[in-house]
């Protein structure tokens, strides 16, 4: 089957395993190529891997010769083809089938100016065949890593410009077994990483360029594969000798590596199965049973079976699909009213109105029966009714609490009072009493003992829920109680080449001073995420207590609502930061919560992705160092912002990296009170 | 005498020293303000600083306040103005006269939430204020160091906008003292600077912000000081402590003093005067004596004096006059053709031609003389003669050294060449012949035994002064020499906030992958320059020997002027990198030599300004650790380029910083071959 490799850099999703072939370099030469070709398609490979140079294109490097001899002269003055002989690619024939590499021998780094030079050289002649071939894809060598990167760093971001259609996948082992022999295998495998970091730093993050990561017997640890995953990884190479036998003889993969293997596939690369022998056979002297009775590769069958059985995706996996390092605006709920397919899409959560419906059960349990022959009836108001899912959570839980309320529904949006009024007229009936208004200027007809509310963002307070619960809580009882009762913000700072580049695409300061709801998947936290602030309601806070009660005094400005933080972390290996991930936690009710904080993320629960907040030059941290994230939720009279700030510091050195500070004022993006 | 402050953010030389005076805060009130003005005025103080607010104001941190009082919720809301007792500028009156002081008391850093809040709302309402009178500069206070300061950058950052006319001088002591006792002064002023390369980088470079350096009895060393050379210092602030007192009576400085004031003087800022004592009198109570017979402050009149007496500017001063800091594009003499007033620029060097004239006689006295009876004539080549000095030269040289010398003067500028035939026909007669050609194709009649050329730029080779030659050194003779015989390019890291931000106005990336060339004013280099590569002349590179001569073979490329260099540095104190300083060392001929590199400077010459490479995002440079600078110089068949690379580093770390590579395969700026 022919693929296009271009697909590679696109967001296309890769329905089944592309699984290529790729033989021992020094196995293929133009004779044995057509057998190569008929041997992988019959064993049902997708694509194969075949060098594009003889072993003898090395000559170009002239090492023993004359330095004035004219065929050094001609072809340093590129006006000398490539001979038959020096090509394993000679013609364009199945270029759809084929990834070429480019031959390993090259040196850009060499301290011998002349082999420098002839590498350079060599390799733009391979990158000029490679275009005029067109092939879909190329493998760059991994130089070792006792040698400098630099020139080849520059050798392949200028070469980058020959290649419009090929997608160039840097070819790096997960382990970088080079090092010294007393360094850790935390040390190697981030070795590899700061290699692939290096190049891509100096390449400027050229969205050609992609990873080929070569897995080995020994594996590097979860944190340092971590890493890869906000990587452009494009391909898994999976050689031979990594696959054990299993007692009916067929390769298969140690737990740790069939584990690794599943996560990388949540990302769709395309994995290449090398190979340490392949017949030096013309097709004609390839034995016909070899190709015809054959049967699929064995190692290709079993990550297809890998990728088969890879475990049903969760709901929220499934509700992900195409969200996935999607950037979204945040809801501005307060400005726009939301449409009937967002209300559609957030009642159905399974999780969120179960831990609601529980929350106002418990609360409602909790509150004494009257003694004094009062009647026994609990006043519920839901602010914020939408199309009435806590409406419905609050007449449940009454029920199975077996207490009486009173409901009032208050919304804003005239098109979800629509559905209101519909479910008062057909389900709730005088149970429930419906009210068209905006939350903070509502003159209630009497106070509430129990608010209810669902006005959380995925950064907490970001969609304005502590300025609507301010109003709210005007006609709340002195000892009534919120539902939320609090919300907490998390970050934590995030490597994401992924979501740097989509933000960088806008070409603009905006887009990187403005935050992001995105789905992750393409990204590494460089560190776990700690709370910056939090929200309480009712908001006690500077209110002078009453006799034992709290008043509730009229704020005339919104000044108690600005927060700041100020968060260290230590990144424990190197990383890239691109930004800053945030999430929240809340408490409905005593030890009923919701949760979008990895560490204590509610089970199934799919309302809320994590928050983005980009930084426009990322920042380089070293292992060890500290990370200080900076935050601000700040206030005027017409609108709420963030403003944030990143910097990086050493034991001994103090600060070695800032930002400045991002969305001064709110100059780029605000959430407005009106 | 009225100026207007704006003058400091622009490009407006300051033409005799502007002086103002600053009394303590605590003795300005309301009252006697108008006192200090006539006092100031007859005293001829060109300004006067003065506290906005009255020490009274602090009120509004509410310390010991209901959190509920009336007052402070209105403050808050932003619904109190400043009642009178508030302020000492309570009017516009004299606002052209008055740099204004922001309140030290402030602690946007504060533990305390409340203290925070309120430091920032009255910082705002005074910024308010401030741009409500329309003063021209106002003075920020500098937090203790032992307080963080990211808050306070935030605060800063957003109320600059709140001030479209006004600047603003962060008072910054030279020596940070309130460090702990057992750290250097080295350590105490580069403390300094790190919080305000700290608070700069916060409010993202912005231009309003600038600094004002406040000396003190201990001064930094002149590594540390040179570190404000890069920085918008637009204000000296002399505390009259500062001053000793000579024999006389006068206030003078310390010869130490003086030096750093008069290097300061080069970039023209303004000085303020800080006096610990003035009268608390009002303009009644003022004695009359006082104001009419007072004489000029002998303070001023002292900072005057060192203005008067700055040292005559030397000839490149003279000549740099209006180039200073002014980024200019390098010439390409290749591709076009240099109009008459450069030559005539050029032509004036007093030192330049002196020195080509002495290698030419050297080259001529070392030139055996013939003893087989052959006629003694010296064949002398002028490649590139421009409009003939060196030819010039030449004949002079010849003269001395009592040669015979046949010259023949090779240009291919046809304007240059019509005032070459003047020369020949009123000057040089038959001992020149001249010819019209370009050095690279002309067919000579004969062989030349001494080539001579001025084909330099600021980086040595920019100029493509290699290509040539090589072209030239077709008609050398085997034993025959070229002037100049070598020449070295030299790079340094430095820091320079106005060439970066000058760079920045342009606000593409094609800009920071461009080279100028720059008479150096406002820069700090962060180490030394080193070499990174050199060219020889006549090339005998890879040129096999042919019984004891070299034999000249025609290149059919033009790899061999290929360079790269990576040149580490140690920086011993931190810094910002904005970029690169690039210089050149030639020998003319043995011993006589041009240069421009700082430590070895040719004493008077000014044909060649340094050269600068920007960086587009500037890097932080911890102490103690090594920049690495990558340079590359490469070529096509029609253009040739820089690339380079900054990156910094540090021990048992690696890599921390490193930009992108600029300037790839030349796609922002080239030299072009023809």
Redo the contacts between chains.
Sequence with gaps: MAISFQQISSAMPVESAQIGYMPPVDNINAENLMSLVAFCQTKGFDFVVSPINAPGYRRVLFESD???SPEM??W????QAFTPEDLVLRTADHSDYIVGTISDWQNCDSPDTKV??HSE?ALKQQFNWVSHLGLGGVMLPYPPSTE?L??Y??VL??AL?ILPYTTCWFKVPCMDEILERDVTEEAQGMKSW?RWN?LR????SDSKLGVALELSGALPSDAVLDRWFAEPVKVIVLPEDVFLTNNKGYPVLSKRHQHVVRKFIKFKPYFIISSSSFPKLTLDEFSDDMLEHSFASPHADYVRYLHRTQETPGVIDQFAVGYQDFLQAPLQPLQDNLESNTYETFEKDPIKYQQYELAVERALLDRPIPTNGEPDITVIMVVGAGRGPLVNCSLRAAEKAGRNVRVYAVEKNPNAFVTIQNMKANVWGDRVNIVFSDMRTWKAPEKADILVSELLGSFGDNELSPECLDGAQKFLKPDGISIPANYTTFVAPMASNKLHSDVATFKDLAHFETSYVVMFKAISLLAQPKSIWMFEHPNRT???MDQGKWAL?E???N?HN?R?G?IEFTSEN?GMIHGVAGYFESVLYKDVMLSINPETHSPGMFSWFPIYFPVK?PL?V??HSQVVL?F?RLTD?RKVWY?W?VSCK?EG??????T??YN??GRSSSIGLF
């Design positions: 004359d330095p004035q002269m001609t340093r003055a590129g006006q420098r030079l050289l400098p630099t020139n760093g520059r971001t200028g410009s700061e290096s730093n100096m390449a400027g500077d209110i002078p005094v704020q005339l400005d000044h600005v700041s100020s190197s030059t380089y070293p292992a900076d601000w009279t403003e700030r050493m050195v103090g600060e070695i990296h800032s400045p500070i001064v004022g």
